[in-house]
Every structure is written in structure tokens, then in C-alpha cells.
């Protein structure tokens, strides 16, 4: 990992680390540059903002994610949706701190963007379907954030295995 890398991972623990005792909006720049041992300098060098941080962030883990399900020749929905929970679970612990710090929200318009963008590039099977309905997009997301909101709340009781519905 090289040194800007390292950085922005620092800065991006630094404010996760804080979301568990600060709500988001309490959070300045000046303590993030704290918690992370970085100047301001170098918090300005890769973000405008703590939302941008919070997107990139999200962003990083998106594309992880989406690498991943890339592989699987001709997936379903279903398969799609497994892999994604198994990714929520991989996360959890940062998933479980946007809700503690009352930042689930967040989350929100970045999925119904992610759920897009895999829609439109990945080939799954009765893709047709998803594609020629403008709600679909929106449904499915929504329908998404809410299973994984109550499967948050319900301390992840359920496996990742277990969340999809078949």
C-alpha cells in the first residue's frame, strides 16, 4: 500500500472511529485530522468535505463488491443479492456504527446508485425484466435498505445465507 493510500485509509478509520462516539454531524475536520494523525493539508489533498470522505468511503467498498459479483458467470437476482449480504456482513461492524451514530441514511441514495450501475453492467438472468420497469431500480434498492436496516437492528441474528428471500 502506498503512502496516499495508507492516508486516506487512516482517514477514512479515523472517522469511523468517531461516528462510534460523535454523531455525524458533531464530527469536525479538525478531529478526524486528530484521530488520523494527518494535517488538514492532507485531509483537503483527497476530500472536500467529511461527505465526501463518507461517499469515497462507500465508493471503495462498492467497487469491491461489484469486482467480486463480476465473476459469477450468467448470476441471478438471487445470486446477486446473496453476495451483497455477504458483503454487508464483511462489513458489518462499520454498517452497525452509521447506525449507531443515527448516519444509516447515508446509505440511502449511494444504493440506489450501486443497485443502477449493477443493473446496468452486469448480464444476469431476466435482466430484460428489471430493465424496461423505471421502478424496479427503486424498488429493489429500497427493498434492499430496508432488509438490511432491520437485519442491523436485529443485531445480525440471521446468516448472510439466511436474509435472502427464496
Given at each position: ?10 482517514i477514512s478509520i479515523a ?50 463488491f461489484f469486482n467480486d459479483i463480476k ?96
Open positions: 500500500m502506498g503512502k496516499k493510500e495508507e492516508t486516506k485509509k487512516r472517522l469511523y472511529k468517531l461516528m462510534y462516539h460523535y454523531s455525524f454531524e458533531d464530527i469536525s475536520i479538525k478531529m478526524i485530522c486528530e484521530q488520523a494523525k494527518v494535517s488538514r493539508m492532507s485531509f483537503y489533498r483527497y476530500y472536500t468535505d467529511k461527505h465526501d470522505l463518507f461517499i469515497a468511503y462507500c465508493d471503495e467498498r462498492f467497487e469491491e465473476s459469477i458467470p450468467n448470476p441471478t437476482l438471487i445470486d446477486i443479492s446473496t453476495a451483497l449480504f455477504s458483503y454487508f456482513y464483511k462489513f458489518r461492524r462499520e454498517i452497525k456504527i452509521l447506525r449507531l451514530a443515527h448516519q444509516f441514511d447515508l446509505l440511502r441514495p449511494q444504493f440506489e446508485q450501486y443497485t443502477q450501475y449493477v443493473f446496468s453492467k452486469i448480464n444476469f438472468v431476466k435482466k430484460e425484466r428489471i430493465k424496461t420497469n423505471p421502478l424496479a431500480v427503486p424498488f429493489i434498492a429500497g427493498g434492499m435498505y430496508n432488509i438490511l436496516l432491520h437485519w442491523v437492528d436485529n443485531d445480525f441474528k440471521e446468516s448472510e445465507f439466511d436474509m435472502n428471500l427464496r
